[in-house]
T-cell receptor, first 114, second 116 residues
Framework: KNQVEQSPQSLIILEGKNCTLQ??????????LRWYKQDTGRGPVSLTI?????NTKSNGRYTATLDADTKQSSLHITASQLSDSASYIC?????????????FGKGTRLSVIA | DTEVTQTPKHLVMGMTNKKSLKCEQH?????MYWYKQKAKKPPELMFV???????INESVPSRFSPECPNSSLLNLHLHALQPEDSALYLC???????????????FGSGTRLTVV
């Protein structure tokens, strides 16, 4: 069964600190992996998207890594800001998955405090 | 234009009301989606339109009725909803339903629906 597991479920960090969020998946055959940031009550906003051949991709203070062999991804946030407080969702797409292309993780709820 | 626009942002409706949610994109995407998201849960797929034709209905109750009048617009008509239907309704679009990466899968900001 195609699944995406994220950890931790929630995380509280001090402003300015770094943090790393984890994503493990069993989606097969793998097409791509996306990290989204979702503020409460708002739609998800794409941070990064990686294909099988990409190991790392950065978007400002966000850096995502992908290990397609172990089926693991991480999202590293550097020098966190209060505005980083949100849910971070890992989403994996399968090749030729027809009309239901995306498998969502349950998200990590990040709270950045002063 | 790289956005998916949803209106209204907030909607409160009674159980006997009829209302519609609207979604619009001008990126030339030919696949459009409706999702329902409850608090602290991931989005759940409701409907998929591919080239203006309904291709997936994830066993959604008939009180939700989707419509795709053209390639840029997607509506969700609501009738006789229940309080448990209160949720964030998200629209998304992509260049096509299937294919390789970077097909521009984009979400709208959502409509916060409250059924009273």
């Amino acid at each position: 069964k195609n699944q995406v597991e994220q950890s931790p479920q929630s995380l509280i960090i001090l402003e300015g600190k770094n943090c790393t969020l984890q994503c493990n998946y069993t989606v097969s055959p793998f097409s791509n992996l996306r990290w989204y940031k979702q503020d409460t009550g708002r739609g998800p906003v794409s941070l990064t998207i990686m294909t099988f051949s990409e190991n790392t991709k950065s978007n400002g203070r966000y850096t995502a890594t992908l290990d397609a062999d172990t089926k693991q991804s991480s999202l590293h946030i550097t020098a966190s800001q209060l505005s980083d407080s949100a849910s971070y969702i890992c989403v994996v797409s399968a090749v030729n998955s027809g009309n239901t292309p995306l498998v969502f993780g349950k998200g990590t709820r990040l709270s950045v405090i002063a | 234009d790289t956005e998916v626009t949803q209106t209204p942002k907030h909607l409160v409706m009674g159980m006997t009301n009829k209302k519609s949610l609207k979604c619009e994109q001008h990126m030339g995407h030919r696949a459009m989606y409706w999702y329902k998201q409850k608090a602290k849960k991931p989005p759940e797929l409701m409907f998929v339109y591919s080239y203006e034709k309904l291709s997936i209905n994830e066993s959604v109750p008939s009180r939700f009725s989707p419509e795709c009048p053209n390639s840029s617009l997607l509506n969700l008509h609501l009738h006789a909803l229940q309080p448990e239907d209160s949720a964030l309704y998200l629209c998304a679009s992509s260049r096509s339903v299937s294919g390789p990466a970077n097909y521009g899968y984009t979400f709208g900001s959502g409509t916060r629906l409250t059924v009273v």
